[in-house]
T-cell receptor, first 117, second 114 residues
Framework: AQKITQTQPGMFVQEKEAVTLDCTYDTSDQSYGLFWYKQPSSGEMIFLIYQGSYDEQNATEGRYSLNFQKARKSANLVISASQLGDSAMYFCAMREGLGANDYKLSFGAGTTVTVRA | NAGVTQTPKFRVLKTGQSMTLLCAQDMNHEYMYWYRQDPGMGLRLIHYSVGEGTTAKGEVPDGYNVSRLKKQNFLLGLESAAPSQTSVYFC?????????????FGSGTRLTVV
C-alpha cells in the first residue's frame, strides 16, 4: 500500500504567487517524521523542510512552510512568493518507526512545479 | 565540500554484465541508503545500512547486493544486470536517528542496461 500519496502530478504557478503541494501519508506509528525534497532538472535531491509527528508548531524554513494536519494525515508544502528557480519536482517523504532499527524514508511519486514569469 | 559522493555518474551496461556503484560520505554518518528513482514512482529503497558491517533489505532488493566494510563507504552491486534495472540510483546518508537534520543525497548515477 502507498504510504505517501501526492495527488498532483504537475502544477503551474505564476511568479510571486504562493503554491500548495498536497501530501497525505499512511502510518500506524505514533512517532514519525515528514520531509519535503526538491529535485531540480539537474537531478540532485535538496532537503527543504522537516516536521516531526510530535512537533506542535508547523515547520517553516524561509519561503517554505509545512501545513501539518495530524488528524487528517496530511503534510502539505506551501511555497510563498514563487520564483523561477522553484521550478522542479517536489517529493514528500516519511520516516517511520523512531526507536526501531529502521530509519528509511518512503517517498511519494512527486509533483512537478513550473513557475511562469 | 562535505557530502555524499557517488561514482560513476553515468554508465551503460549490457544485459548480464556486472558493476559496482560506490557511495562515499565524509560526514561520519552512521546510516546509509541506496534508492532507485523511476518515472512516476518516486524513490524506492533498495538496501540500507545502520552501521559499519551491517546491511538490510529495503523495498526492492532483488538483483542487488550491498556491502559496508567501512563506515564511510556503501557499495551497491549488480551481479547480472537486466534492462529492468535501468534507473537513476541515489545514495543517501543520515546522522541522527530522526533524520530531522535531513538526509543527504548524492548527485545520482544514471544507469542504462541494454
Amino acid at each position: 500500500a502507498q504510504k505517501i500519496t501526492q495527488t498532483q502530478p504537475g502544477m503551474f504557478v505564476q511568479e510571486k504567487e504562493a503554491v500548495t503541494l498536497d501530501c497525505t501519508y499512511d502510518t500506524s506509528d505514533q512517532s514519525y517524521g515528514l520531509f519535503w525534497y526538491k529535485q531540480p532538472s539537474s537531478g540532485e535531491m535538496i532537503f527543504l523542510i522537516y516536521q516531526g509527528s510530535y512537533d506542535e508548531q508547523n515547520a517553516t524554513e524561509g519561503r517554505y512552510s509545512l501545513n501539518f494536519q495530524k488528524a487528517r494525515k496530511s503534510a502539505n508544502l506551501v511555497i510563498s512568493a514563487s520564483q523561477l528557480g522553484d521550478s522542479a519536482m517536489y517529493f514528500c517523504a516519511m520516516r517511520e518507526g523512531l526507536g526501531a532499527n529502521d530509519y528509511k524514508l518512503s517517498f511519494g511519486a512527486g509533483t512537478t512545479v513550473t513557475v511562469r514569469a | 565540500n562535505a557530502g555524499v559522493t557517488q561514482t560513476p555518474k553515468f554508465r551503460v551496461l549490457k544485459t548480464g554484465q556486472s558493476m559496482t556503484l560506490l557511495c562515499a560520505q565524509d560526514m561520519n554518518h552512521e546510516y546509509m541508503y541506496w534508492y532507485r528513482q523511476d518515472p512516476g514512482m518516486g524513490l524506492r529503497l533498495i538496501h540500507y545500512s545502520v552501521g559499519e558491517g551491517t546491511t538490510a533489505k529495503g523495498e526492492v532488493p532483488d538483483g542487488y547486493n550491498v556491502s559496508r566494510l567501512k563506515k564511510q563507504n556503501f557499495l551497491l552491486g549488480l551481479e547480472s544486470a537486466a534492462p529492468s534495472q535501468t534507473s537513476v540510483y541515489f545514495c543517501a546518508s543520515s546522522y541522527s536517528i530522526s533524520g530531522a537534520d535531513g538526509y543527504t543525497f548524492g548527485s545520482g548515477t544514471r544507469l542504462t542496461v541494454v
